[in-house]
């Protein structure tokens, strides 16, 4: 069971005291074997209780990336188990992570390096039928033809899968695949629905500097421009890339946010969009930099865009983060091992 020893601690702690008090209903804590229930499923999730895993397994910390929320992987508790800022957990996305986790509503976890995305396989308790929401923040190793199917799969079945590209030729790790050619690969050879499946493409385009303020109409009283954590206004470009969209292939996908002096009524130019496919959710962004917090692993040249004045990107992420949380609909798919 993915449980700190900490939190293991503090329920015993509580349920002694239930006893001493003479409350019943404490029950046996579960052993190290039973099933993964602090994780939960689509099906059986708490109200305003939302798993989200973070992928750090295709080369998320290559180069000078660091595109993880803590040093402790698969569970960032196991870093410091109450983190109160950014620098409590130690990785360039740790502002996103800890921002979650302080609501008290998110339970955070990390695909870590060797991990394999499966759905539907109840021995791997990183499994994505066990989570909400699936964050992949600039992939630099392509997906398994078998991976690419598990992700499909769980967003057609109700997840949420938040995907992040960087600018043209960020081939971090030098295999050849950069993590727009990745992500369009899985938009276009899988085995679930190889043809479009969420409406849009990411462009080859290298943009070095940009703020797009220009909110697409209709976009402005949605729950990700307008959500729990604010009201956001922009974001950033620092190296980044767009896509274009084709709402005839999939008339759910939707521009958020358009790159400056794009045509807002037009297909191009969009910086970041969502959509939707089967019961599940996708949002989509064209850049990295606004998720770097600036903080993470010694040696890193990491720059802060989490908190960049030239847009409200932290505002965007956790908005974003929160809206495809509440799209999962539907149970996982049965066990395949």
């Not at 960032?76 to 800022?85: D, F, I, Y």
Request: aromatic share 8%; glycine share 14%; with cysteine.
């Amino acid at each position: 069971m993915l449980l700190s020893k900490n939190v293991t601690t503090i329920r015993k702690m509580i349920c002694a005291l239930a006893l001493m008090a003479g409350l019943a209903g404490c029950q046996r804590m579960p052993t190290a074997n039973a099933p993964a229930a602090g994780i939960p499923t689509h099906g059986g999730v708490p109200s305003g209780s939302y798993a989200v895993l973070f992928d750090a397994s295709h080369g998320e910390t290559s180069g000078n990336a660091d595109w993880v929320i803590s040093a402790s992987r698969p569970d960032p508790l196991g870093e410091r188990a109450r983190p109160r800022v950014e620098t409590d957990w130690t990785g360039a996305l740790s502002a996103w992570g800890v921002a979650l986790h302080t609501t008290g509503r998110y339970r955070l976890m990390t695909l870590p390096r060797g991990g394999q995305i499966s759905y539907g396989e109840r021995t791997n308790q990183l499994d994505l039928a066990n989570f909400q929401v699936f964050v992949v923040p600039e992939p630099n190793v392509r997906f398994a033809d078998a991976e690419k199917t598990a992700i499909m799969t769980f967003v057609r079945n109700g997840g949420g899968l938040f995907m992040i590209a960087d600018h043209d030729g960020s081939d971090r790790n030098g295999d050849g695949m950069d993590s727009l050619r990745i992500w369009n690969d899985l938009m276009s050879d899988n085995t679930v629905q190889g043809v479009d499946p969420f409406g849009f493409r990411f462009d080859a385009l290298n943009i070095g500097s940009d703020n797009p303020r220009n909110i697409a109409p209709g976009a402005a009283a949605g729950p990700v421009i307008r959500g729990p954590f604010g009201t956001a206004t922009g974001s950033i470009i620092r190296g980044g890339t767009t896509a274009t969209i084709a709402p005839a292939d999939n008339p759910s996908v939707q521009a958020l946010l358009y790159r400056s002096r794009a045509d807002m009524q037009g297909t191009s130019g969009v910086f970041f969009l969502t959509s939707a496919f089967g019961k599940g959710r996708v949002a989509a962004w064209g850049d990295s930099s606004p998720i770097d917090d600036g903080t993470g692993a010694p040696g890193e040249q990491l720059f802060d865009g989490w908190d960049d004045a030239g847009g409200s990107n932290a505002i965007l992420a956790l908005n974003a983060t929160e809206w495809l949380a509440q799209g999962s609909a539907g149970a996982p798919a049965p066990a395949t091992n």
